[in-house]
Nanobody
Framework: QVQLVESGGASVQAGGSLRLSCVASGDTVSRGTMGWFRQAPGNEREGVASIDNTGRATYADDVSGRFTISQDSAKNTLYLQMSSLKPEDTAMYYC???????????????????WGQGTQVTVSS
């Protein structure tokens, strides 16, 4: 079992920055790959970024260069640093985890077993 708790969501102006955090606890094997997903109203949940336990990161095209995923193993915390935020980044952001995943599935919702409750990010123009 893995427990994930996100925080850091807020309302910001376009062009601003925000850092999300996800504190993880439980089985470390099931945290071999960690990911951030988001879901806007009326849309499906989509992968934003992922990172494995070797530090290899994967990003969705529309956030590459603006978002950075990282992790602090000592604090059992996953981060998502978001910069140059756009109104279209507005969504509920979720942290997810599973065992070490092949890179080609790391932005797929179905690949993850454990999920947090989400934290809301709202970007206004």
């Amino acid at each position: 079992q893995v427990q994930l708790v996100e925080s850091g969501g807020a309302s910001v102006q376009a062009g601003g920055s925000l850092r999300l955090s996800c504190v993880a606890s439980g089985d470390t094997v099931s945290r071999g790959t960690m990911g951030w997903f988001r879901q806007a109203p009326g849309n499906e949940r989509e992968g934003v970024a992922s990172i494995d336990n070797t530090g290899r990161a994967t990003y969705a095209d529309d956030v590459s260069g603006r978002f950075t995923i990282s992790q602090d193993s000592a604090k059992n915390t996953l981060y998502l640093q978001m910069s140059s935020l756009k109104p279209e980044d507005t969504a509920m952001y979720y942290c997810a985890s599973n065992v070490f995943l092949s890179w080609w599935v790391r932005l797929r919702e179905a690949a993850y077993r454990y999920w947090g409750q989400g934290t809301q990010v709202t970007v206004s123009s």
